[in-house]
């Protein structure tokens, strides 16, 4: 029972009235960077962290998490309402989503999908509370050899399923890893990279590097004349679903929670993967899949489900092991770092606070969304019909501020821009941007632990075979990355672009 | 360079299409700053006495580096890949320009004036929105924004560093 008294711990924490405002805060902000076409959830993320940095690190990792899964419910309305997912992982829910909807059955779709998120999240955080202690203590055990090899599977996992060619997404990744080299080298202290400047030592800020690479590319890659369909708030009486939606909808997210808890779990695999894979199963397994596409109402039950179980779920590996499974949880890690957490094993011993209190947020952040949710569609929508080129100039605004609040220079804006550029030349050579982000807050982590094990082994890579879980691990990640010479496909619902990237 | 070679192989009188000119350049920047990377890590040192040196690392993602993308060389060369669609240059121009004015100002106009004008530009002049919205969203973006920060979030924003405007405490 002691996990149990912990997580009472946790909630009397999260339930003090500043931190119930973070969290509505969050879900607030996430929501509308869900919604808002302009910014996805890394940037989003990574755009605010500057802001939290005077919080105190409990609100303001509470904020952060309530906004990294508030972006999944908003990517949602979006994928209804539009046929244009607002991030990622709902392109899925185009399908029969936006079916539904050309059915008049949009605030159904709409309901239906915040349910599903709330179920797959929740049970997906009950995972993570029963999971939390005994894989945490496991993951004592993990020295820097094993924590080497763990990283370069999921680092591998996510360049295999990234884009369309796995020699650009490795491109992309060791992009990643250069940047995270410059600055002092943690072992040394040798500067690394730096070009003689100052203000280099202490490397690129990575929050300016990933605002830059996913926002501000984002808004320099748009095109004038895509203008949207007219949208249509559906009114209140229509939110309700109907007898057969809600029981056919059941078995679909339970399959969501299935999938997306257990894909979760695995470093590399992103939000959109699990959702593609639970559409594929309503495909293989539905009663109706006949008619899937045409507005059944499991093709958003299931996704939306898998996606928000793996959010939550995604979280284990963090918690756990130090290992962010997606670019959005990495951008997260990030926040962690510079709030002078240290995810991993050691977070629950030193921590342990603060990480129950995370944990008992996201069930209160699940409630809150589903209760913002629903009802105020009206509002999120009206958010779509401001004319781009306004939302664009507010969003640089924030872009600006984020950046240069890192370090109260403008050298970061800088910094931004040019990346911002870099971004935009990887998205027009079609190179994905998700492993970058990925390497670039893992790269320090990976170097320490390549250098920490070859310490333990007097200079021989001889560590890396001998031991079995290590040895076994770097074979997955051979394999992995050799797979297109070996003629293995990739499953046919990955086959096209990951657009987390 | 090494990609020269690849290129002696399609000369066959069929006309592949050829690669694009800005995917040409992009690999050959990615191979020169991957060997660039490799140089550098030499001169950092692999190894030291102790064990591993602070070149190590760099030295082999400077080889993942420079590999993929000669591999994406000859790929390109064998299969040419269509860039993405267009993008619009106007768009870029004025996004990129505007934030590097921003930026070298920033320091010297302060946070307000600065983005009151990065705003108006924005809003006014590419957006063409009415002088009324203009202003009342620039001045809420900037002034607004800016006392919403440092005094409500405790984040402090640039001031003015140049006389008429800080003396005023703009």
New interface residues.
Partial sequence: MDVLNDLMGGFATALTWQNLLFAFIGCLLGTMIGVLPGIGPVAGVALLIPLTLNMDATGSIIMLCAIFYGTTYGGTITSVLLNTPGEAASAVTTFDGYAMTKLGRAGAALTIAAVGSFVGGSIATVGLVAAAKPLGELGLLVGPPEFFALVTVGITLLVALAGRSIVRALISGSLGLLIAMVGIDPVAGAPRFTFGSERLLDGVSFVAVIVGVFGLSEILAYRAGKTPDAIHAPNLRSLLPNRTEWRRSAPAMARGTGIGFGLGLIPGMTGSVSSLLSYGAERKFSRYRSELGHGAVEGVAGPETANNAHANGALIPLFTLGIPASPTIAVLMGAFLQQGLTPGPTLFAENSEIAWAIIASLFIGNVLLIILNVPLVGLWTSILKVPYPILAALILLFMVIGAYTIHFTVFDVFVMIAFGVLGLAMRHLDIPLAPMVLTLVLGPLMERSLRESLEISQGSFEVFYTRPITATLLVIALVIVCSPLLKLRKPKVLANDDPES | MTTESPTTEIAPTQSRPRPAR??LI?QAA?LL?GLY?LY?SLE?GL??T?????????FA??A??TL??L??VV?EQHAP?T???E??LS??AA??GS??V???V??FLGFQIA?LL??MY??RI??R?GWVKSLI?SVA?SVG?FYL?TLG??????VASIPPFSLIGL
């Avoid at chain 2, 102790?50 to 760099?58: H, K, M, S, T, V």
């Avoid at chain 2, 979030?153 to 640039?158: A, G, I, M, T």
């Fill in positions: 800005s995917v992009a990615f700053l990377v550098g950092l190894w030291t102790l064990g591993p040196g602070a070149g190590l690392f760099p993602m400077g993942v580096l993929m993308s591999i994406w790929q890949s860039p993405r669609e993008v619009e768009q870029i996004v990129i934030l590097l921003l930026a070298t920033l320091p983005l990065f705003l924005h809003l590419r957006a929105l969203i973006g924004v920060f979030l405790k984040v402090s924003l640039p």
